[in-house]
């Protein structure tokens, strides 16, 4: 591994040693921050509650409101604990962002991306995986079903996130309404195996393997152009320069000066000589190409000019450019396409892809005119400034992109629950208020403070050694591969594709930790139905308290 692309500890399956990476480390203030966001959390629930009591104006259902409130939340907590820390694992990992930091920019980006693009109204999950309009569902078993896979999805993410796996929220969600609208519907006999759209189990199954075989081979692609093209090339440099310092020294060691000036530096060397010509004491001769001294000073001449031709920030002048405007441009399509889908914008197609040629363009100045900055800088320094840069901007896009699109998993069952109880009636879609998305935000932030340092240490070294560049890469690889899917309509997980990125480019490295992966890939498989038993065992229990 070389200079520019070390990582900050060695990978290890176990995560308790893995939290030994400093970025997270606990240190005295952790307290205030734990005091903080306990506060925080305390306050949102009770005026949330407060604010739902209100809003449904049923005093029959204030119970079975307020457990609703509750299990929402604890799952919006164990998102973010899971699903935000598998996102920013790559830059905490890479040492460029610490976990405070990482914390304050997934709070101003999630809840902005929540509030900003979450939606109005969702999809109530009615005619989803389980069609349960299928059905003569009564409006409280419905309210039932959609607990109970609160319960079960938040559930399996804890311990999931304890475990330090990072695994797919919503297959966690889709696995709690399927094992208890399969219970309610055996008890009942409403329904049976025939309520599931077994179809789509089957594209989660797809997914499994699909999703990071695509992150992987994208990542792959992407890291090793920037291996070749960018870190090979400072490598070259580098063992260039050290040649050119050692043949300097080599120099000055065969070219002693007189006695005189053996007890002085260079710059005392420089200042007197200067001194004596201004005061004309001494009369320059003319050079004699013979003379030991000439050449001396050719050599070093030499030597300098060689130093001046290695032109050693090329790669970052030429390269990184390129890789921000394609990353700028990819990233402003996720948010055109996936991440802003819900305010409905109504530009065209032309019209994204104007703003897609604009803003990469913007990016392409911006890094070019960033890098010629940093040519004062050390090389390997100057390498892992730009990369940090890109990293934190591809991190703050992601972070949009999830609170815009991943709060539904959280969101989407609970405010169903919330039209239910108001309405009295099982509707197709349910109007999303402000302060429930407000909210949730709160608590994916307050998870990923609480439970997400194993998530982040998995993801950020645990199954390969991070650097800005390999982490940028592999987080643009898994933008790239969801927007992809997306547009043509493929079963992806994007949990599934950031995890087969972060293996991509350790793959690139040799230094892909397999053993940590295979119990990833197991809870990828079990997520589903160990979610599903929880929700049919948590259907039946609720439905006899309530």
């Known amino acids: 591994?070389?200079?520019?692309?070390?990582?900050?500890?060695?990978?290890?399956?176990?995560?308790?040693?893995?939290?030994?990476?400093?970025?997270?480390?606990?240190?005295?203030?952790?307290?205030?921050?734990?005091?903080?966001?306990?506060?925080?959390?305390?306050?949102?629930?009770?005026?949330?509650?407060?604010?739902?009591?209100?809003?449904?104006?049923?005093?029959?259902?204030?119970?079975?409101?307020?457990?609703?409130?509750?299990?929402?939340?604890?799952?919006?907590?164990?998102?973010?604990?899971?699903?935000?820390?598998?996102?920013?694992?790559?830059?905490?990992?890479?040492?460029?962002?610490?976990?405070?930091?990482a914390l304050l920019i997934a709070a101003v980006f999630e809840v902005s991306g929540a509030v900003i693009a979450g939606g109005s109204v969702t999809d109530t999950v009615r005619s989803g995986i389980v069609d349960l309009g299928a059905i003569d569902l009564d409006p409280m078993q419905f309210v039932y079903i959609m607990m109970a896979a609160l319960l079960g999805a938040a559930i399996w993410l804890l311990v999931a996130t304890r475990m330090g796996w990072p695994v797919s929220t919503t297959h966690s969600i889709i696995g709690g309404i399927v094992g208890a609208a399969l219970t309610i519907g055996f008890t009942t006999g409403t329904g049976g195996m025939e309520m599931v759209q077994w179809n789509k189990i089957g594209q989660i199954a797809i997914s499994w393997v699909l999703s990071p075989v695509l992150g992987g081979l994208f990542a792959w692609l992407l890291f090793g152009f920037i291996k070749k093209y960018i870190l090979g090339y400072n490598e070259k440099v580098d063992a260039a320069m050290l040649e050119i310092k050692k043949s300097q020294e080599q120099e000055r060691a065969a070219h002693t000066p007189h006695d005189g000036f053996q007890r002085i530096t260079d710059l005392q060397a420089d200042a007197y000589a200067n001194a004596m010509l201004r005061k004309k004491k001494f009369k320059l001769k003319k050079l004699d190409p013979e003379a030991p001294e000439s050449e001396y000073y050719r050599q070093v001449y030499k030597l300098d000019q060689q130093a001046k031709r290695s032109d050693s920030h090329r790669a970052l002048e030429v390269y990184v450019p390129i890789l921000a405007a394609f990353g700028a441009a990819l990233i402003a399509a996720m948010l055109l396409f996936k991440g802003l889908d819900n305010l409905e914008l109504g530009i065209s197609t032309m019209g994204n892809i104007m703003i897609m040629v604009m803003v990469a363009a913007i990016a392409w100045v911006s890094v070019s005119v960033f890098a010629r900055s940093l040519q004062k800088q050390e090389l390997s320094r100057a390498t892992f400034t730009i990369f940090a840069w890109l990293q934190v901007f591809t991190a703050a896009a992601f972070a949009f992109s999830h609170g815009a699109n991943d709060i539904a998993n959280a969101i989407g069952p609970f405010v169903a629950i919330l039209d239910v109880l108001k309405t009295g009636v099982i509707g197709d879609e349910a109007i999303v208020p402000m302060p429930a998305l407000i909210t949730f935000g709160i608590a994916l932030i307050v998870g990923l403070w609480f439970v997400g340092r194993n998530v982040i240490a998995t993801v950020g070294h645990g199954l390969t050694k991070m650097h800005p560049s390999s982490g940028f890469a592999a987080e643009l690889a898994a933008a790239g591969v969801v927007m992809a899917a997306s547009v043509l309509g493929l079963p992806v997980s994007s949990t599934h594709i950031l995890i087969g990125a972060v293996l991509g480019v350790g793959i690139v490295n040799h230094s892909a930790n397999w053993r940590l992966m295979r119990p990833i890939a197991l809870a990828w498989i079990i997520t589903l139905p160990i979610s599903a038993a929880i929700g049919s065992v948590g259907v039946l229990a609720i439905s006899a308290i309530f």
């Open 1 to 101: 591994m070389n200079s520019t692309e070390g990582g900050l500890v060695n990978s290890s399956a176990d995560s308790g040693s893995q939290l030994a990476t400093p970025a997270l480390q606990r240190d005295a203030t952790d307290r205030w921050w734990h005091l903080t966001f306990s506060g925080l959390m305390a306050a949102s629930l009770t005026l949330f509650t407060v604010w739902s009591l209100n809003y449904v104006d049923q005093s029959q259902h204030v119970i079975i409101l307020v457990a609703a409130v509750l299990l929402g939340l604890f799952m919006a907590f164990n998102i973010g604990g899971n699903d935000v820390a598998n996102s920013f694992g790559t830059s905490v990992g890479a040492g460029t962002l610490t976990i405070k930091q």
